[in-house]
């Protein structure tokens, strides 16, 4: 269990924090919520002490023989602040400290994480994209707001992302000083970063299909790790059962023949490719137009043709200096055998990298952690087991050595 800090200040977008405070609790961390005068105006405090069942309060001067301006920055193990509003980065930004939030801010020294949410134009305006420069300067994490619906009708950059990505980001940080520092170094800043995702499927009739195992987790943690150290993504996802990252471009695909497609196309200009996908290796010569019926208790006779080498081709038709990352799911009796299957994959594919796991059994497939090797030419890289947003940074670890 971990001790969060949740900040909440004053925009339409403080319900989702509730969401947000529930997920927190739900997975076992201890929760103080500290809002701000006017985020009260959107969710009570009874709301926020009920949630987290701690007290709440906005003043410095209430509880002040706990010395809450200081002391909750000082336990904090993460300090996060959805929604952050334009005001309250502002106040940030300068080291203002006029309500119990700002001075935790100025007390905490864990990793600080801000979820911007606000209208487009406030987003965009001179004054904030250099408050958050300076924030991140300063080593505090700042999200890209979402794009998508705001207030009325309005549509644009300025949404709150998802709970479900926030706090896919948060617990990323939590207890990992390696990804904190490579977060806040953003070290693939201006650097355009393809990722692929998910599993393939390709259609036997209208209503059936050949596809694998796949959730696509990993590829999209990948995603949001990158998008985190600051790199241009784009995430081309085929079948993923899990929620998609904000911050960055979604291109979709369904069969491999799309896959290839959307991946020959984004890799053009590209500075790393990141092939996470499970894209099928073979696919139905000709596909039903309607549905097949069964025919008395005959079985069925597929005749299947194997589809297009994605790896493989980015690889060989690199348009400049690329870094070209592919995976290798492998049934291996034991590691010496699994070396030997990624080794000799590694030599026929042409990546420089490739992140190498032991599925024997149905380990890994759409489970929250990982456990890989990651080879290049001269051999073992590197051995990473934990949560997939871990192995998700020592994979880009390995990128931003190259």
């Not at 990948?222 to 790199?231: P, Q, S």
Request: hydrophobic share 50%; glycine share 8%; net charge negative.
């Amino acid at each position: 269990m971990s001790r969060i800090l949740l900040g909440v200040a004053g925009g339409i977008a403080a319900y989702k924090a509730c969401l947000l405070l529930r997920r927190f609790t739900e997975a076992g961390h201890d929760v103080t919520v500290v809002p701000t005068a006017n985020a009260l105006e959107f969710v009570g405090a009874t709301t926020w002490a009920a949630l987290s069942g701690h007290p709440v309060s906005t003043s410095v001067f209430e509880r002040v023989d706990a010395v809450p301006h200081v002391a909750l920055g000082q336990a904090a193990e993460l300090v996060v602040v959805a929604p952050a509003t334009a005001d309250l980065l502002a106040r940030a930004a300068t080291g203002r400290a006029d309500d119990l939030l700002t001075n935790v801010l100025l007390t905490a020294s864990c990793p600080v994480l801000m979820a911007p949410a606000m209208h487009t134009e406030m987003w965009l305006h001179p004054a904030t994209q250099a408050n958050v420069a300076t924030l991140r300067s300063r080593g505090v994490i700042v999200l890209d707001p979402a794009d998508g619906r705001l207030t009325g009708a309005d549509t644009g950059p300025g949404r709150l992302p998802e709970p479900e990505d926030i706090e896919a980001v948060a617990l990323s940080l939590l207890g990992d000083e390696a990804t904190v520092a490579a977060v806040r170094r953003r070290d693939l800043a201006g650097r355009s970063v393809v990722v692929s995702a998910g599993g393939t499927r390709e259609h036997l009739d209208p209503v059936r299909f050949l596809g694998n195992a796949s959730s696509g987790r990993q590829g999209v943690e990948i995603a949001r790790a990158a998008a985190l150290r600051g790199a241009r993504v784009t995430l081309v996802a085929a079948h993923v059962e899990v929620g998609l990252p904000s911050g960055v471009r979604l291109v979709r695909a369904h069969t491999t023949g799309e896959l290839a497609d959307a991946m020959t196309a984004a890799a053009a200009d590209a500075d790393v490719i990141v092939m996470a996908a499970a894209p099928a290796d073979f696919t139905p010569a000709a596909a039903s137009d309607v549905k097949i019926k069964k025919s008395g208790d005959n079985g069925l006779d597929l005749h299947l043709v194997q589809t297009t080498d994605i790896l493989a081709g980015l690889s060989a038709h690199r348009a400049r200096a690329q870094v070209v990352v592919g995976f290798a799911a492998e049934t291996a009796s034991d590691r010496d055998d699994l070396l030997a299957l990624g080794r000799a994959k590694l030599a026929r594919k042409g990546c420089d990298l490739l992140v190498l796991n032991n599925v024997s059994g149905g380990a890994v497939f759409g489970q929250p952690s990982n456990d890989v090797v990651i080879l290049d030419a001269d051999g073992v890289v590197c051995t990473v087991s934990g949560e997939k947003s871990v192995v998700a940074h020592r994979i880009l670890d390995a990128v931003a050595g190259r």
